[in-house]
Structure formats: structure tokens, C-alpha cells
């Protein structure tokens, strides 16, 4: 596994702040993701609730990245924050969709197995898109915008 931190500007001048990991595609992993993901925006002081909601997507994302590519390359995620969002980046390198997930996929019946991914990491971000090219692979991207704070800490 491999982690990397940088800071840089953006084009707009804001400084963003990157987290790289790059781990095997099995699940027990996933925990040093979202352990990654959650010290990392504490140092950038990002809400407590933006970073459930965004890790709940992210664990999805790995999920689906780890059963569905049936790759043995590595994961890539990034994480990058800057004073507006907090986004993150999941990229596999396996067989990629063959079809697109829609806009808004409902989540399906209660006692439905599977099926449920795509519509819980839609819910829980407002940053979500899904790029992929059969055979090569797929990159899941999840924000949040962060919340602001008044100088009392009540969050807006």
C-alpha cells in the first residue's frame, strides 16, 4: 500500500490539500481507507458529519471496486480537500461497466439483495459522477461541500 500527501494551489488560488493511497483490491483494506481518509480531514478541520456521510459513499465505492472489477491491479484513491469540498476519487483498473448507472437509481425493495451501492454513495454526497471504459476500468468520484461554521462552532 502506498500513501502520498501534497499540498498545491488550485487554478482559483485556493489551496487543496491531496491524500494518495493506492491498496491491494481486498476488503480488509478498507479500513485503512476510511482510517486515511478520516485523520486526514480532521488535520484539514472538515466537519465530522461531512466525513460520515462522504466515508458511508467511499466504503461503497471500495466495495463495488473490490467485487465487481475482478482485477488484481491496485486501487487508486485520492482524497482532496480545500476550503469549498472534500472529494474523493476511487479509480480500479478492471472490466469497467458495460452500461452506466443513471442520474437518480432508486434504491430497490427492502428485501433485495443487491443493488443498493450506487444509490446509497448518490444519497450520502453531492459531488457524484461514475467514468468508465469496459475493459479498462472505472473512477467513482464523491464530495461533499463542506459545511461552514460560525465562530459559537454551530454548523451551517
Known amino acids: 500500500m502506498a500513501l502520498d500527501y501534497k499540498n498545491r494551489k488550485d487554478t482559483n488560488s485556493a489551496l ?9 483490491p481486498d476488503p480488509r483494506h478498507a479500513r485503512t481507507v476510511r482510517d486515511a481518509i478520516t485523520g486526514f480531514a480532521a488535520l484539514q478541520g472538515v466537519h ?18 473490490i467485487e465487481h472489477a475482478k482485477a488484481q491491479a491496485e486501487i ?25 448507472p443513471g442520474a437518480a437509481m432508486p434504491l430497490p ?10 444509490p446509497i454513495m448518490q444519497r450520502c ?19 461533499r461541500f463542506r459545511s461552514r461554521r460560525q465562530e459559537s462552532g454551530a454548523v451551517l
Do not use: M, Y
Open 48 to 65: 465530522d458529519g461531512d466525513v460520515e456521510s462522504l466515508l458511508f459513499a467511499v466504503g461503497e465505492a471500495l466495495a463495488n471496486a
Open 76 to 100: 487508486d484513491v485520492t482524497c482532496r480537500i480545500d476550503d469549498r469540498q472534500i472529494v474523493t476519487q476511487i479509480v480500479d483498473f478492471g472490466r469497467g461497466f458495460a452500461q452506466l
Open 125 to 143: 454526497t453531492d459531488i457524484f459522477t461514475v467514468e468508465s471504459l469496459p475493459g479498462e476500468g472505472t473512477a467513482v468520484t464523491l464530495g
Open 109 to 118: 425493495e427492502g428485501l433485495v439483495e443487491r443493488g443498493r451501492g450506487i
Open 16 to 24: 487543496s490539500r491531496t491524500l494518495k493511497l493506492r491498496i491491494p
